[in-house]
């Protein structure tokens, strides 16, 4: 009990701790009560995040930060819709081709499954085979009536929804950007007035989130933009949305490389069939993830805080498991956090007499 009783004093018995705590709770609570509603300034913040650097780099040449505001958040979301307009048609073409071709994949890959009793009959059986195929169908079959009842009854109200999200998100942005210094002493009014520690906590999380954030959005553009290409030079059917698929991959750190590689090795498959195109796509598609996750993911997060490949994954399937595909999303600034919180934590000490146990003023 002397062994708790020292740890809890350590760690607890400074006001500054139990403001920290506090802050933490309040923010976990209202992520968890009320994540649904503030999506749109959940993701308003990200792309604020994102510009923010921008910004800065503007005032540093000198330019006011209203007008530095103002250009980049034109140019960004200018460049994004012509981004989206130039895309839309492609993809749509695209995604409606391999609708079109689906009975043609899936009859194929029945026809595979059918070989390998003959191929491997120590391994597999043809009734083996046959309840494997019955039961992708089921669950196929189920999938999409879900899909199309969920379609009908909740597609006015994700549209509408959409709307009110796309008209939100800029103004959000905008005055996010603009007026980042009043929203963040606003805040600090509520704040404990004994906040030393939250404050070094704070200024850490904000440089490793927007950091995760900026190098984030670059990382994907860089993949997409090289994986598409190579698509393209091998002549891969659907190279567009492929290519995308694999881009948005790196938002989840190995589980997504590990999903995408499967619709990317069937697609060439079907084409190619076990042939040297094969191999070579496949081979350039392996060259592009280990060059992402060996030299460009250390080129864009050289100033994030590191976290071990172990900590991401459980990161991801914890988060993921709590708020689904947002906490899949948030899985690692969400344990920048948690480091950068622990990292700090240790080193509070009890309340000293001679210094009131405060921490230099930030």
Known sequence: MELIRQWFRRHFDNPQVIGLAAVLLAGLAAIVFFGSMLAPVIASLILAYLLEGVVRKLEFLGVPRLLAVTLVFVVFFAGLLLVFFALLPVLVTQITQLVDELPKILSTSQSLLMQLPQQYPQLFSQQQISDLIFV????????????????????????????VYLVLLPFLVFFFLKDKTALVNWVARYLPRDRDLLVTVWRDVDAQIGNYVRGKFLEILIVWVVTYLTFSLFGLSFAMLLSLMVGLSVIIPYIGAAVVTVPVGLIAYFQFGFGPEFAWVMIAYGIIQALDGNVLVPILFSEVVNLHPVAIIVAILFFGGVWGFWGVFFAIPLATVIQAVLKAWPAVEPPDDTEEGRLPPA
């Open 136 to 163: 992708i169908r089921r669950e196929a079959l189920d999938w999409g009536q879900t899909l199309l009842t969920q379609f009908s009854f909740q597609s006015v109200v994700v549209v509408i929804t959409l709307l």
